[in-house]
């Protein structure tokens, strides 16, 4: 099981630690690290940063949010940052939710999230191909634009820079079944926001048809530290928030993962304080079991003999996110 380094996003400002967390990460032999974008900060620039001040690990976004960009665009950063990379770019991309994609984005949220995605994906192998000007009698990402407001005008293109790599691989972030099983399909690997080693079952029908090769890359909070239960209040955080604050009370996709993950009362429990400004009771209201089975926190032992779990199953990657370095090397230890 490969090692990945996690960093996120950032909060209210940059992040001192990111940069030499990606660098010890490197030293320690992980194979990638990953940025990703909400409503802040974005994951392309970060991860450039990071590029330039390493020189062999991965570089992959988890997530690249699709309606940030069109998918042409998508495209050509990911395919300029593999050239000034050596060839370390990892695309990872995900279709977000109804209230940020029309609330920040202002777009409307597909109708059809999995053929909006799969148009997306088609794009953006046709643009790092390039055996041909990228057309798409797509719903909807039309290429050329054909649309009554347009002016009939453009013209199928194909990318002026030559991609350093055709097979650049591009990975999911999906939650829905259906999102998982066309994921095995269409793209290189899949990003899951949460997996458990000891519910695999909640994912097994959706990854029945996986190719070899395919790569799973769920991310873990990870923390050595004495106290159980103090080291879980982050992961219990992360959780109240997306599954409280990331999506509608009618649509919320983490709620629903979570259900499905064996908490429903818990995530509608969760998802109403939140939406009720009780913040913190929605934190508390998180249960350790759930936080903990999707983590690894506790001392050097406790962290081992759970590791051991992950890499029982189908995980290929397990992309971790560490507050500190220390933590980074007991992982990287521990793993072999």
Known sequence: MRLGLALGYWGRGPDPR???????AERLGYDSVWTSEAWGSDAFTTLTWIAAHTSRIGLGTAVAQMAARTPT???MQALTLDHLSGGRMLLGLGLSG????EGWYGRPFPASPLTA?????DIVRQVLRREAPVTLDGRFHPLPYRGPDGTGLGKPLKPITHPRRAGLPVLLG???PKNIAQTTRIADGWLPLYWSPYRTD???ASLADAPDGFRIAPMARAQVCDDVAEGLLPVKAMLAFYIGGMGHATRNFHAALMSRMGHPEAAHR???LFLQGHRDQAVQAVPDTFADEISLIGPRT???DRLAAWRAGPVTDLLVTAPDVETLRVVAEVNG
């Not at 990111?18 to 010890?24: G, V």
């Not at 995605?117 to 994906?121: D, K, P, Q």
């Open 73 to 75: 665009a998508t495209a």
């Open 202 to 204: 909640v994912y097994e």
């Open 174 to 176: 999906a939650e829905g």
């Open 98 to 101: 109804p209230q940020v994609v």
């Open 18 to 24: 990111h940069l030499e967390l990606a660098q010890e």
């Open 117 to 121: 995605t799969r148009e997306y994906v």
């Open 302 to 304: 406790r962290i081992a």
């Open 270 to 272: 969760i998802q109403a």
